[in-house]
């Protein structure tokens, strides 16, 4: 294969350190830019020693320089915090690079839900026609197409995969939809901060920022889309003590009497051939650990006929699937690779 | 105080263990008999080396023999499975004993929801009236006058004081109710098993049993009684891994409008003397660890306007609270003791 | 029992976490004092949610101010890093009060080697003569009868008690010693830090500071004492990822034949009338669970006869008993108390 | 390249679970026989459901039948406890298959070694001189060409790669080495029981088997070689509540004065071409965490000039290069392969 440089801007949180581990393996994407200013002047392999020993890990950390980017690459990944994004974001696409950028800063159509929501002004409105939304399975055609990726979140694509097929069908109720959703502490980030601290979180258990994550909108977004009709959800996240994984809980209520055959033959259907969401046989639920380190997103499926209600359990990897490998699958379609181009990972088990 | 000796039947399991290492140092009840078959012939302190160095420890474990534990106990814990214990019970009762059955076997007033959810015939149903439900906060009175205590399922507990204040107000809807439930490890048992073994249970998350998890009945025996009306709830196990600890986000409808600092107040006002069900203050939600190895019942309120939603999240120590805690107060009740004799612990913290 | 005021200086670590935790349900020594500049103005229920409901929650968290303290209490725990520390306890100590200094502060007889490993030079030497080394087993007479009691480190205190017996009793070689020792994250302290986030220490393991650490001189005098002779020991450190414990397993060589029941005999009578060292039955190991939360030191003992080699393996809790829990028992002698008063405590298990 | 099909004799435990994971992505070998009596019937997807979606998962588990595996395969891996992969072994050498051990079986060249630490006789003493230990560093040429490799234990890998250089060059002394190791719990096996559960591992660490674990004369043996002497070592185990890795803390005295940066080279020398050996920079020590996943075994080096000692810490994933991945190296060289053909992974990070 054709060998395409690309650049990650914002090296050093979990994001950043998961696009290093995928790309020191991938056959395409070299990875010929690092940037951190808090760490400029080392080598990857001296700030990441797990990479000692790939040629990824010779790569220099350099502070951010957009001109520098644009000269050295042809996509660039941002791994840095929204509002900070945004203008990466708008310098890279008009030096005419192609754009991965994993925060939210262009998930959401409406710049004034992102203000409400994120509490800034989007800077860049007018670039937000242009973003495609990086779910593969819903946008594949469009990421080809695109220069600005907005790599989903990680609570939404185990909501949004999970609901897909039933929402397009008609089957579930829009209102009075719960999503309980638990994610391990990756997807706290890297920041040093007590509450992430091992002894903070081994061994423990919470719920966190209950009905007001700011992953809400970009659910409400895409499941209204899906449904083709207004929806309010109640997401409510918690903090698992693990390092990786979401399993998302989706309470619905059944438009209808369905048996659970039906219903899994129907997301069978739905993803038919989309080989990372793995509908699994009747009778089993998903685990985090059976995806952990893969793109995989499974589903089960659970009818509960005492009240009405259709339960859909997803589970992803937060960092691979729910951020850094979804980006390298949006890398790959928008560079004209197959889309799992260095992403045929088998789950890490145990 | 007076030294009331008690009994256990059932060392071997994580209830079990619990009671003795409660019993190691409660000022009143001594622990004068242990029974396990497997394990007759050790002493406890051999069984469980952390008892070393307590008198407890020098228990000696005995095969199950009910005219001996007549003879040495007053008060004997039933720490074996369901459809085991209620043959003890019988014939400990006979004996004039009194008897803190921690499995489900007279949780339940109605022998044929017993038989459908546990898949045997109630062989003792003539008992049934006679045991009280062994919540404290809701049954203290009757139970120092019982001679049968039937000990709480560890999440009925969770969801029985999280949801208590607002059904017994009118407060959220009956119908509609999810309890989407987290437990620790301890919960699934002592047994050697491969599913529980500490490669297939860490750094992972699943759920289990959705909508059909033996605890749903009680749960809605007990929520039903609070309310005046039948209740149906969507009752949701998960697999956390952490050894103690369940956390329950609990979903109702409010059926008027009301302020969380109103529900707060509710909340306060209906646990002002029950100092071990915590209501935390607003803004803070419950954590798995500010309860381990304690009787303590966190409660967090959130209300969520976009949905029209009350949400209660309960955190209790499944072994502790929901478990051998909770039949020590039982037996501290009917033994004539404070409710608290030998549970004022402080939460281990980390 | 009387009611004794005591203040703790530095409340926001885990060692001062730890010493809450234990006041909160001591039966004489009653907090009255607690200080933190960063969180002055909270109370320590708001500071811990795991101590809302016990009075010692209700304690207001102020800035440190010696006269204050020495108005309000009888006694002070230092709970502040070493160099902090020496200055405190020299004005709390000139106003008339007692001193359980945590810190390393008092430790190291010889402030040159204090100088040497500390890297600052001690304000205080004059104080030095006066500091007993806070270990009861070792010193629990002369704790009764001082002001000043240096807590010892809690590798220090695994490793010494752990070679006592041995040492004196001229049964092992003084040189050649190895002592690995495996600690869990909560030593590494409560300071925001990445290399102490969850995602850096579950579910990994690492050495650290090999034949560097500064608990080196202070085991290496503390050894010397009981042998009799200098000792040059190999101490090395690991982080486990677990919340509490410490594990030493501790090389030696023996200077004559000798069997393990023999030594086991020895270990016994050392330790006779000393509940809290706990001399495993032959055949078993260690365990840090089995101590978890509490003053125990287990101790297993092996003897090679390949390699001649008698070899101990020592566990303690790191926070009870290798920090706070020690402080307290310390504070009891100080105070007349029992040396266990608020320490009879089981361990968490699981 | 070429497809070179391979079967699996015992595919329940961890080691069988690992090849499985390995396999899925290899380019060149292809699973075609996995066998478990008490699984028979299933696919390999229904037994391990992380496998959903992979080809291997589509491999129907069979009952063992060597006639079956010699008619199907060209090479097998044995994945069943010593004492039952002699047998095995001997009956697909003479169908003519080439053989990848993973028991102790063939690991010891002396048979009265191996009955004196496994307790029964070696069945098959005259294949023990055709059995090439399977560690590639050391010999992989005589790997090449055998039929039957004996693939190491994952404590002796994890001892034999940290010691080599110093041993070969003369630079430690042969008698009074110590070896303290720690590994995750995948170690232990699949086997239901109570000493691995969750809750007995988890928040936990002990050591076993000090002095008499069985890998000790295979490292004796090997370490023995390399100095060309007879070395006896005390090698002592812990089980850290990990899933994967192992550390070992190796205790030598030097022969001679030596810096550290003089061993650091000899040590870089020594595996200059063997990139799966890292040898750390300088003040680096390994973490379990980054080697997880892979075939790298880290080495970190450490002169304690107090003690004229050399610390030599080893870092490597138990069940990947200390079994299932370093068998699938032997089987690359003994296929005519890339030794690391489908093993060119990166460290599952964080």
Chains 1, 2, 3, 4 share one sequence.
Not at 92 to 121: H, K, M, N, Q, T
Not at 175 to 192: E, L, T
Not at 222 to 246: C, M, Q, W, Y
Request: hydrophobic content about 45%; charged content about 20%; proline content about 7%.
């Amino acid at each position: 294969m054709e060998t395409i440089p690309v650049g990650l801007v914002g090296v050093t949180g979990y994001t950043g350190m998961e696009l290093a581990r995928l790309l020191a393996v991938h056959p395409s994407l070299r990875l010929v830019r690092a940037t951190s200013r808090a760490e400029a002047g080392k080598t990857l392999a001296s700030l990441y020693p797990f990479l000692q020993g790939f040629p990824v890990g010779d790569v220099a950390v350099t502070a951010p320089d957009a001109a520098d980017l644009a000269a050295a690459c042809r996509l660039v990944f941002l791994a840095v915090p929204h509002g900070a994004a945004m203008d990466y974001a708008a310098e890279l696409l008009a030096a005419g690079l192609s754009v991965v950028d994993l925060s939210a800063d262009f998930r959401l159509a409406d710049a004034e839900v992102y203000a409400a929501w994120y509490g800034l002004p989007h800077r860049h409105p007018a670039l937000l026609p242009e973003a495609v939304y990086g779910l593969p399975e819903l946008y594949g055609e469009r990421i080809k197409k695109t220069k600005l990726t907005a790599n989903p979140g990680c609570y939404p694509t185990s909501v949004i995969l999970g609901l897909a097929p039933a929402l397009a069908a008609g089957l579930v109720e829009t209102d009075g939809i719960v999503a309980d959703s638990k994610s391990g502490a990756s997807g706290a980030g890297r920041k040093a901060a007590v509450p992430t601290l091992f002894c903070e979180v081994h061994d423990s258990f919470r719920a966190y920022n209950l009905g007001r994550h700011r992953h809400t909108p970009e659910i409400e977004q895409e499941l209204g889309k899906l449904a083709g009709a207004d929806i309010t959800v109640s997401f409510n996240p918690h903090l698992l003590p693990i390092d990786r994984g979401i399993l998302s809980t989706i309470y619905t209520r059944l438009t209808r009497e369905a048996t659970v055959e039906e219903i899994h033959a129907l997301y069978e259907r739905h993803y038919a051939d989309k080989p990372w969401v793995r509908v699994l046989p009747l009778g089993r639920l998903p685990e985090t650990r059976h995806v952990r380190g893969t793109m995989f997103c499974d589903l089960g499926l659970v009818v509960d006929p005492r009240t009405g209600r259709l339960i859909v359990v997803s589970a992803i990897d937060n960092l691979c699937r729910g951020a850094s490998g979804q980006a390298v699958a949006c890398a790959n379609l928008m560079s004209g690779l197959p889309v799992d181009a260095g992403l045929t990972l088998a789950p890490m088990m145990p």
